[in-house]
C-alpha cells in the first residue's frame, strides 16, 4: 500500500456545511418548528434552541477558522426572513449580512444556501411548492436576500436536495408515515416541477443581484448499484429520484453532491444492506466509497461543463475514529476522482456542530460537539485532523 497526497485543485473549498432550522435554535415561525410540536407528526424531539448558533455563529466561525479549514456553507432562512407574507424583516436580513462580513473577516468564505428544507409556515399553509405563485414567491425572496449576498459571497445554493423535498412532499400527499426498508419513497411530480422551476427563476435572480457568485443547487446521492441484469430497473428506479434533478442543473455553474451511503438495487428493486453490515447512527450502511460514485455519476449526467463540489459528506456516529476512517475513505475517493480529470472543485464535511438531525439530536454527525445545556462548543480529533490538511492542502491518498 502507498500512501501519497494530491494537491488541492487552485481555489479548492474546505470547509464544513450547516443548515439554519438544524442548529440555530428557535425558527418558530417555519413549517417543521409547527410539525416538531403536533404529537401528529409523531417527531422523537423538537429542535428547541438547537445549538443556540444564531447567538453563537461567531464561536462556530472562530473554530473552523482556528481548525484550519477555509470554507463555510450555512443557510440563510426565510421564516425568518419573510416571517409574513410580503413582510421582510430588515434586521433578519442584516444578521445573515453579518454572517457573510463575519466570515470573510476570519478568512472563511461564505457559501449561502437560500433554501435548506424549511419554509414559512404561510408558504405551507398556502399549499407549499404546488400551490399556485409559489415560484413567483420564492423568487421574490431571493431577491430580498441580495443585501446579503450581493458582494462577496462566491457560491450560492439555491435550493439544498430538491430531490428529498419531492420525496417528502410524496410522502405526504400519499398521507404516509416513513421512509421504505431501502431506497427511497416515490417523488410528488407536482414537487419535482416546481421545485426545478423555482431553482432556474432563483438562479436569474441571483445572477442579476449578485453577478460575482456562481449559483448552483445541491442533490442527495443515493449511490444506487444495480445488481448483474438489473441496469435497467436502477436507471428507471433513479431518474425520477436523482437524475431529473441532476439535469436541471445544466447552465448552473456548479453542483453539490452529497453522499452518505449506497442503496443497491435488483430486478424487483432496492434490495436492505445484510444484517451484518456496520451501520451508521442514522442506520445507513457504512460506505466511505459512497462520494466517488456520486460524483462519476453525477459527472456522467450533466457533462463537463458544470464544475461538481462535495457539499456535504459525512457519518453520523458516537465513536470520532469511525469518522476520521469514513472522511480519510471517501477523500480517497475524491483525490483519485481528481486524478482521474473530475472537475471537483471542493468538499465541504457534513456537519460542522452536532445537530438537529430532522426529529432527533441522537444521530452525531458533527466535527465539533456541542454541550447540549451550555451550548459549549468542543472540536473532536476528526475537526482537529481535517482542519489540519486545509493547512497542507493536500489530499490523503491510498493505493494498493
Ligand atoms: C441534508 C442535511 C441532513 C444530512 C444527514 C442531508 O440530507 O441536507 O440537512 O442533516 O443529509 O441526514
Not at 37 to 42: L, M, S, V
Request: net charge negative; hydrophobic share 40%.
Amino acid at each position: 500500500m502507498t500512501h501519497t497526497s494530491t494537491a488541492f485543485p487552485a481555489g479548492f473549498l474546505w470547509g464544513a456545511s450547516t443548515a439554519a432550522h438544524q442548529i440555530e435554535g428557535n425558527n418558530v415561525n417555519s413549517d417543521w418548528w409547527r410539525k416538531e410540536h403536533d404529537p401528529a407528526a409523531k417527531i422523537a424531539e423538537p429542535s428547541l434552541d438547537a445549538c443556540d448558533s444564531y447567538h453563537r455563529w461567531e464561536q462556530d466561525m472562530d473554530l473552523l477558522a482556528q481548525l484550519g479549514f477555509t470554507d463555510y456553507r450555512f443557510s440563510v432562512e426565510w421564516a425568518r426572513i419573510e416571517p409574513v407574507e410580503g413582510t421582510f424583516s430588515r434586521a433578519e436580513i442584516a444578521h445573515y449580512r453579518r454572517m457573510v462580513e463575519g466570515a470573510l473577516a476570519r478568512g472563511l468564505r461564505p457559501m449561502v444556501t437560500l433554501h435548506h428544507f424549511t419554509v414559512p409556515r404561510w408558504f405551507e399553509d398556502r399549499g407549499g411548492w404546488t400551490a399556485d405563485g409559489a415560484v413567483e414567491l420564492f423568487a421574490r425572496y431571493v431577491e430580498h436576500c441580495a443585501p446579503i449576498i450581493a458582494d462577496g459571497v462566491r457560491h450560492v445554493c439555491t435550493i439544498n436536495e430538491p430531490n428529498m423535498i419531492a420525496v417528502m412532499a410524496g410522502l405526504a400527499k400519499r398521507g404516509e408515515q416513513g421512509f421504505p426498508p431501502a431506497g427511497l419513497p416515490t417523488p410528488d411530480d407536482g414537487t419535482t416541477q416546481a421545485v426545478i422551476a423555482a431553482h432556474h427563476a432563483a438562479r436569474e435572480v441571483v445572477r442579476a443581484v449578485a453577478p460575482a457568485a456562481e449559483v448552483g443547487w445541491t442533490i442527495a446521492n443515493q449511490v444506487y448499484q444495480a445488481l448483474p441484469g438489473a441496469e435497467e430497473v436502477t436507471a428507471a428506479y433513479r431518474y425520477p429520484r436523482e437524475d431529473i434533478f441532476i439535469e436541471a442543473a445544466r447552465g448552473d455553474d456548479w453542483i453539490g453532491v452529497q453522499s452518505y451511503t449506497r442503496t443497491k438495487i435488483g430486478a424487483d428493486g432496492p434490495i436492505p444492506a445484510p444484517e451484518d453490515v456496520e451501520r451508521t447512527l442514522t442506520q445507513w450502511e457504512y460506505y466511505p466509497a459512497a462520494v466517488g460514485h456520486a460524483l462519476r455519476h453525477t459527472a456522467d449526467v450533466i457533462g463537463p461543463d458544470v464544475a461538481l463540489i462535495v457539499t456535504e459528506n459525512g457519518i453520523a456516529t458516537a465513536d470520532d475514529t469511525r469518522r476520521v476512517d469514513y472522511c480519510a475513505g471517501a477523500l480517497n475517493e475524491v483525490a483519485a476522482a481528481i486524478e482521474d480529470g473530475l472537475n471537483i472543485q471542493g468538499w465541504l464535511a457534513w456537519s460542522a456542530l452536532d445537530n438537529y438531525e430532522w426529529g432527533s439530536f441522537k444521530p452525531t454527525f458533527g466535527l465539533i460537539a456541542v454541550d447540549p445545556v451550555t451550548f459549549a462548543r468542543t472540536a473532536k480529533p476528526s475537526a482537529v485532523w481535517l482542519g489540519g490538511l486545509g493547512r497542507t492542502r493536500a489530499l490523503p491518498r491510498t493505493t494498493a
